[in-house]
């Protein structure tokens, strides 16, 4: 059984940061790549960033590149989404997502087996 559990989010004014942590907890981290989506209301949830197995490849949705970092520690069990310049158009419910993979340098945007309940961000303008 794969647990993950995301924290971090809260309420900031426009241009300001936060980070976002989700630990995982079940199986070998190190064995996933790991991916962040988020999901505004009344809006499909959308991929935002993923990081390989070993953290050396990473993707971004093309609306947060530059302002967010994905990175991740595996010896904590743990992924990060550093977020900052932050905008109205980032409130969401962010998720993180767990997919079990082979090949080290991998990042996905789809196809994640796992995933936490989510942390709510909301960005005041």
């Known amino acids: 059984q794969v647990r993950l559990v995301e924290s971090g989010g809260g309420s900031v004014q426009a241009g300001g940061s936060l980070r976002l942590s989700c630990v995982v907890s079940?199986?070998?981290?190190?064995?996933?790549?790991m991916g962040w989506f988020r999901q505004a209301p009344g809006k499909e949830r959308e991929f935002v960033a993923s990081v390989s197995r070993v953290g050396r490849t990473k993707d971004y949705t093309d609306s947060v590149k530059g302002r967010f970092a994905i990175s991740r520690n595996n010896a904590q069990n743990t992924v990060f989404l550093q977020m900052d310049s932050l905008k109205p158009e980032d409130t969401a419910l962010y998720s993180c997502a767990a997919l079990e993979t082979v090949r080290l340098g991998e990042t996905t945007r789809a196809g994640y087996d796992f995933w936490g309940q989510g942390t709510q961000v909301t960005v005041s303008s």
């Open positions: 079940g199986r070998t981290f190190s064995s996933y790549t």
